[in-house]
């Protein structure tokens, strides 16, 4: 019978090469793309724009989409934007690219729904001036046209223009309602943005940061990584883009000390062979190095 918890041995390095010609680059994008930030909603960090989402692609960074497709809403076998981004992806982007996270105003229902009314008021204000500016130029040019023409007539003309202020209506219906497709917003200054990569969604548990450098170590050798919750991992790793190439690892992030149930380990073995994946053993050690530790299942006689 075995043990029911066993300590492993201490951990052999495991190469993760990747060979030459398919290791991506990592390409340090903080020069040209300083204007990139990420939108905070909740816990999760969230890019909106396609340029966002183009730029963290060329810097490593997946992500998830979770949005609806505008074509095709009623679906979610293909998704959109926004791309929701791990805790450790959004880390790396402010830690390694500059990137800003931007918090939208707490602001209530109530005042937003004055806001589009006042919104509305002024369009429509504005419209309503534009409107008969431009019948005064109607009834001007026909009192141009009708110069020599019966008195009556020119009369008839210049009273509807002198009226023209107290009698002119403008119908709501025939109000142009700008329907917004973007937001334009204000940028920040360097010191604002060194603020706000500061006040990134940062978790101080110990996990997390044993997480956040086994990713961070994975990503500098030029792996890609997602959420491996589906495989019982915590990342799965690609040696290149994920729309190109299978994962090879499950990498399991665990404290160089920790003790694991001997029970897990075989699980974890006997997965990694069913799905044709390596599972790795992560432990961040002290030297600020990762050891990584392979595990195989070779079956048993």
Not at 10 to 35: E, F, H, N, Y
Not at 92 to 108: D, I, N, Q, V
Not at 122 to 151: I, N, P, T
Not at 254 to 269: F, G, M, W, Y
Request: a positive charge; glycine letters at 6%; one cysteine or more.
């Amino acid at each position: 019978s075995f043990p029911a918890r066993a300590v492993l041995p201490p951990p052999r390095p495991v190469s993760l090469g990747v060979a030459s010609a398919q290791r991506p680059k990592v390409i340090k994008t903080a020069a040209m793309d300083t204007d990139c930030v990420m939108h905070a909603c909740g816990s999760s960090a969230l890019l909106w724009r396609a340029a966002e989402a183009r730029a963290a692609r060329r810097a490593g960074i997946v992500g998830t989409l979770v949005g609806a497709l505008a074509r095709q809403p009623r679906q979610n076998a293909r998704l959109g934007r926004p791309v929701e981004l791990l805790k450790e992806e959004a880390r790396l982007l402010g830690e390694e690219e500059g990137w800003a996270l931007s918090h939208a105003p707490e602001r209530s229902e109530v005042r937003l729904a004055e806001q589009h009314r006042e919104r509305m008021e002024h369009s429509y204000a504005e419209q309503s001036l534009l409107a008969l500016q431009e019948r005064k130029a109607v009834l001007q040019r026909v009192l141009a046209e009708k110069q020599g023409a019966d008195d009556d007539d020119n009369r008839a003309v210049r009273d509807r223009l002198g009226n023209l202020d107290d009698t002119f209506s403008f119908p709501r219906s025939a109000m142009a309602v700008q329907l917004s497709t973007a937001r334009a917003g204000l940028g920040h200054d360097p010191e604002e943005r060194r603020f706000l990569v500061s006040e990134l969604l940062r978790t101080r548990d110990e996990q997390f940061e044993i997480r956040f450098r086994v990713f961070r170590d994975l990503r500098n050798k030029g792996f890609y990584l997602t959420s491996g919750g589906k495989f019982g991992g915590d990342y799965l790793v690609y040696p290149g883009d994920p729309l190109r190439f299978h994962a090879h690892f499950i990498a399991l992030c665990v404290a160089l000390e920790t003790a694991l149930p001997l029970c897990d380990v075989l699980a974890l073995s006997r997965l990694g062979v069913n799905v044709k994946k390596t599972v790795l053993l992560c432990s961040p050690s002290s030297e600020g190095t990762v050891a990584y530790t392979s595990l195989q299942w070779s079956g048993m006689a």
